[in-house]
Nanobody
Framework: QVQLVESGGGSVQAGGSLRLSCAAS????????MGWFRQAPGKEREFVSG????????YYADSVKGRFTISRDNAKNTAYLQMNSVKPEDTAVYYC??????????????????????????WGQGTQVTVSS
């Protein structure tokens, strides 16, 4: 089992910044692919960003590209989501997710893999982010 604990959420004004953290335990962190998803009230959970085992490959939804940055520190067993230039439409509960599958896949399908909820085996409890205009 993998335990994931998110932190860093809160309220921020539009144009501001937040950094979310996801602390993982229960598995070798460097063998976990990590993802961030979000869910706004009345909407489905959607992909935000994903990062490979080593951090060398990152993936972003178009809605956050250029504003959010995903990273990881394998020595600290922690993944991060730096959120800059936030907008009111970024308001949601943000979830950290982990995939412990050892499978490899072609680069051409990587974004599809990372962006699917079903690719992840473990989920955190979520952290609320509220952006006011």
């Amino acid at each position: 089992q993998v335990q994931l604990v998110e932190s860093g959420g809160g309220s921020v004004q539009a144009g501001g910044s937040l950094r979310l953290s996801c602390a993982a335990s229960g598995r070798t962190f460097s063998r976990l692919r990590m993802g961030w998803f979000r869910q706004a009230p009345g909407k489905e959970r959607e992909f935000v960003s994903g990062i490979s085992w080593s951090g060398s490959s990152t993936y972003y939804a178009d809605s956050v590209k250029g504003r959010f940055t995903i990273s990881r520190d394998n020595a600290k067993n922690t993944a991060y989501l730096q959120m800059n230039s936030v907008k009111p439409e970024d308001t949601a509960v943000y979830y950290c997710a982990a995939d412990d599958s050892p499978r490899n896949f072609a680069t051409s399908i990587a974004y599809s893999y990372y962006s699917q909820l079903g690719s992840y085996d473990f989920w955190g409890q979520g952290t609320q982010v509220t952006v006011s205009s």
